[in-house]
C-alpha cells in the first residue's frame, strides 16, 4: 500500500456517460496529482492541486474536471465520456522536494 | 515540453549493466526517475536536484548534467527484479512551494532475462 488510495479501480462505461474518479492523498501530502496513462502516450499530466487550490493544468479536456476538498481528497470528473477516454487514471501526491507516490490507478474502459 | 528518452527498449541478460539517458529542451529544476511494471502504479526511484543534491533508493545511481538538461539513470548488475519501463519526470523551474508537477518521457522498456 503507498498510501494513495485511488478508487474504484476498475470502471466500465458507456460512451456518452459520466464518472468519478476519486483519491485521497498519502498523510501529509499537501500536492495531488492526476495523470493519464494510455498505451500510446505514456503518462500525461492532467491537473495539480496544491492544499486545495488548483495549482497548474496540462492537457485536460474541458470535458473533464477535478476538485479538491478541504480534508485534501480530490475527485477527477470525467463527462460526455469517448471511446478514446479509456485509460489507466492516476492520482498521484507529494510533498516538496520528494518523489511522486502513485495510487494503484483506475482503469476506465468506455465501450 | 516532454523529454526524450533513449533507448526505448533494452534486454540485459542478469547481471549486466545499463544506462538510460533522459534529455530536455528546457533548463531543469529537477529530475525524477520512476520504474513501473506492467499494470502497476510508478514506484518512486530518485529525485536529482539543481544544485547536486539526490534523494532516492541507495541501489540506484543517477546523473544530472543541469548544463545540457540531461539525466542518466545507472542500472548495474541487473536482477530480474529490475525488468518494467522506466520514466523521467521533468520539472522545468522552480516557481515556489506546490509548484511541483512533472513531464514525463515516454519511457525505457528494461527486459532483464536469465
Known amino acids: 500500500d503507498s498510501g494513495v488510495t485511488q478508487t474504484p479501480k476498475h470502471l466500465i462505461t458507456a460512451t456518452g456517460q459520466r464518472v468519478t474518479l476519486r483519491c485521497s492523498p498519502r498523510?501529509?501530502?499537501?500536492?495531488v496529482y492526476w495523470y493519464q496513462q494510455s498505451l500510446d502516450q505514456g503518462l500525461q499530466f492532467l491537473i495539480q492541486?496544491?492544499?486545495?487550490?488548483?495549482?497548474a493544468k496540462g492537457n485536460i479536456l474541458e470535458r473533464f474536471s477535478a476538485q479538491q476538498f478541504p480534508d485534501l481528497h480530490s475527485e477527477l470528473n470525467l463527462s460526455s465520456l469517448e471511446l478514446g477516454d479509456s485509460a489507466l487514471y492516476f492520482c498521484?501526491?507529494?510533498?516538496?522536494?520528494?518523489?511522486?507516490?502513485f495510487g494503484s490507478g483506475t482503469r476506465l474502459t468506455v465501450v | 515540453q516532454q523529454p526524450v528518452q533513449s533507448p526505448q527498449a533494452v534486454i540485459l541478460r542478469e547481471g549486466e549493466d545499463a544506462v538510460i539517458n533522459c534529455s530536455s529542451s528546457?533548463?531543469?529544476?529537477?529530475v525524477h526517475w520512476y520504474r513501473q511494471k506492467h499494470g502497476e502504479a510508478p514506484i518512486f526511484l530518485m529525485i536529482?536536484?539543481?544544485?547536486?543534491e539526490q534523494k532516492g533508493h541507495d541501489k540506484i545511481s543517477a546523473s544530472f548534467n543541469e548544463k545540457k538538461q540531461q539525466s542518466s539513470l545507472y542500472l548495474t548488475a541487473s536482477q530480474l527484479s529490475y525488468s518494467g519501463t522506466y520514466f523521467c519526470?521533468?520539472?522545468?523551474?522552480?516557481?515556489?512551494?506546490?509548484?511541483?508537477?512533472?513531464?514525463f518521457g515516454k519511457g525505457t522498456k528494461l527486459s532483464v532475462i536469465p
Open positions: 498521484a501526491s507529494s510533498v516538496e522536494g520528494y518523489g511522486y507516490t
Open positions: 498523510s501529509g501530502d499537501l500536492s
Open positions: 492541486y496544491y492544499n486545495g487550490e488548483e495549482r
Open positions: 528546457k533548463a531543469l529544476y529537477s
Open positions: 536529482l536536484l539543481k544544485g547536486g
Open positions: 519526470g521533468t520539472e522545468p523551474s522552480y516557481s515556489g512551494a506546490g509548484s511541483y508537477q512533472l513531464t
